[in-house]
């Protein structure tokens, strides 16, 4: 369950456009992680060659959180240039990794659950840029809410208990949703910072991976498994 956590310095922006250059990034990271999922899944060589080498796959899901953690915490430091490469990077690993949901799940199951995804997203980003209620304390409780369903996955790997896994979905989808509403509110209420291009990117890295983790936790949900 990968986050970065925003670090705006307030500008005077319009809010239109921060998250306008939000979106599009953000748009643009899925679309790159869904061209390179395709792009594994049809290649039988190099798609079996990732199902068989647990060490790349690991390796590669920890190249993912390296480069969260780098994205984020260097922002200040790195120039506008290198913090799209980075996320254009990360993007591009997870469409490896995620290539590996083919094998557990249908594709049409995929397709339509991806479509469930964008519409709860967009509802729920929608909320956040509009609602004048306050939600930081939503978001404290979905962080908590968070926390929870990491140590739960944990416990899982050891019990495989249906049910565990069950009740960590249904939690996940919650808190993921809850999360959508948050950040986009957070976004738009502290505009770029550290740059306009690099606060964009920020910003998009933060909702494509609510986006990732609630896609994930409805397929879990929802998904017509092989």
């Known amino acids: 369950m990968e986050r970065s956590e925003l670090r705006y310095r307030t500008m005077s922006v319009p809010r239109e456009g921060v998250m306008k250059g939000v979106y599009a990034w953000m748009s643009g990271g899925l679309a790159l992680s869904a061209l390179v999922a395709l792009q594994v899944v049809s290649s039988p060589a190099l798609f079996q060659a990732l199902l068989a080498n647990r060490m790349l796959f690991y ?40 290539s590996t949901i083919f094998v557990v799940y249908t594709a049409d ?24 209620r306050e939600l930081d304390g939503l978001g404290s409780f979905c962080f908590m809410g968070l926390i929870g369903v990491v140590i739960a996955s944990v416990v899982n ?39 306009e291009g690099k606060g964009a990117i920020l910003g998009a890295l933060t909702l494509y991976l609510d986006f990732i983790n609630m896609f994930l936790m409805l397929l879990r949900f929802l998904g017509n498994r092989r």
């Open 59 to 98: 390796a590669l899901v920890f190249g993912e959180l390296g480069l969260v953690v780098a994205l984020s915490g260097a922002i200040n430091r790195i120039g506008t240039g290198t913090a799209r490469a980075l996320f254009l990077l990360y993007a591009a690993l997870n469409g490896v990794t995620l």
């Open 109 to 132: 199951s995929i397709a339509s659950t991806f479509l469930v995804t964008s519409a709860m997203f967009g509802a729920m980003s929608l909320y956040g840029y509009l609602t004048k």
């Open 157 to 195: 790997i050891f019990l495989h208990s249906p049910m565990v896994s069950w009740v960590m979905s249904l939690a996940g989808i919650l808190v993921f949703t809850g999360l959508t509403a948050y950040d986009t509110q957070k976004i738009k209420r502290m505009g770029y910072g550290a740059g």
